[in-house]
């Protein structure tokens, strides 16, 4: 009997990893790094096809005028992608996002060599043009349920009409072709909430497979609870920043704020602050390093994520987990299946300020119980999120994406 931990085939030698980075880095960049570096680690010989929506500032009006019909299929892209797979010869090809430089040819150049391929589904993109779910400051699902072209008409992607139309056609056309049912031989779903809502549109079910994010390397737990709550994160409206200040607002005892990270909303969150009499104690640091969002996250009371939208898997909760810092978040999609509530940290009704005064309050005068949260949550992080469990999970989806192209499946 074969002594391999993957007794359904061998995992993968070559790989090819396949990241189009956004103009305004995130998380998907993190996690497409770090698995880079966790697979080159094992030994794994890793090629990348790497792109970055920051071309489109260096492209013509006629460019410009073509990024269209390039985002649905493009001859440049199909030529450098089929040169890199015949010169590198891989087992498999991992793709993490194609949108918008990339396109989603590859998917046909893989299958035209037989290479299998792995998708991992890093957010709606596939249901939803702007990715989100959300929509007029509350979770939206008219795409998914109705047509893109409730997208379209309600402008969800950058606030515009035509630039929604341009990804909605992009959708249509890939869905007509079965470029996501039929070239993809396994998606990697981030919880099981993304699991259920793209079976639900239709991914076949057996195609699917759940494999949160991971943190590494391992920050090791707080020796003891800070004195302030924290929050990391982009600072966009869809991440509940408003409510989060409004629950401020009505606490009863002092209670300091550490926010930490930038984005759209960050001078309307500061001037709010600056007009509201009651608001006090609360720092906004800005964009740090990622060592030194760590040091903020493991010297935290507690972590607050107050998102109202599905977030497909907050790797905020993973590092505060990681901190041995317990979470208090909305009920809402991966942050509700992630935070067991009364173990990992609370739940709150998402979007309701009152609620998460209370919680926060009771976070604040409950230490002892504070305290068993944050070694739960620690125990979570070494069973679920860290580098090896990861190792382990992608390689046993790897052996059946390579299984699945063998059958023709």
Known sequence: MSSSPWPAGRPPTKIVLVHNAYREPGGEDVVF??????????????AVYWRSNDEINKLSTLG??????????????????????????PDLVHIHNTF?????????????????????LHNFRL??????????????????????????YHGCYRDSRRTTAAVALMLAWHRREGTWNDLV?????????SRDKFVAAGIPATKVVVKPNFLDPDPGPRERGGKY????????????????????????????????????ERENLQAYVRQRRGLS?????????????????????????????????????AEAFACGVPVICSRLGAMEESVDDHRTGLLFAPGDADDLAAKVEWAWTHPREMDEMGREARAEYKAKYTAQRNY?????IYVKAIAARAKGC
């Open 33 to 46: 790094a770090q698995e880079r570096q966790m697979l080159e680690r094992a030994g794994h010989r890793v």
């Open 64 to 89: 410009r005028l073509a990024l269209v019909k390039n985002s649905i299929s493009s001859y440049g892209t199909q030529g450098e992608f089929a040169r890199l797979l015949d010169r590198e010869n």
């Open 100 to 120: 918008f430089m990339i396109s989603p040819t590859v998917y046909s150049v893989c299958r035209e060599r037989g290479i299998p391929v792995v998708q991992t």
């Open 127 to 152: 249901l939803c043009p702007a990715a989100t779910f959300y929509r007029d400051g509350k979770v939206c699902e008219e795409c998914a349920e109705h047509s893109l072209w409730r997208g379209i």
């Open 185 to 193: 031989d396994c998606y990697i779903a981030l919880s099981g909430f």
């Open 229 to 264: 709550v924290v929050f990391t994160g982009r600072l966009s409206r869809e991440k509940g920043l408003h409510t989060l200040l409004d629950a401020w607002l009505r606490l009863p005892v002092h209670t300091s704020l550490q926010i930490i990270g930038d984005g759209p």
């Open 281 to 317: 104690g609360i720092t906004f640091r800005g964009r740090l390093s990622h060592d030194e969002t760590i040091a903020a996250v493991k010297n935290a009371y507690v972590l607050v994520f107050p998102s109202e939208c599905y977030e497909n898997f907050p790797m905020s909760i």
């Open 392 to 396: 382990e999970m992608l390689m046993e």
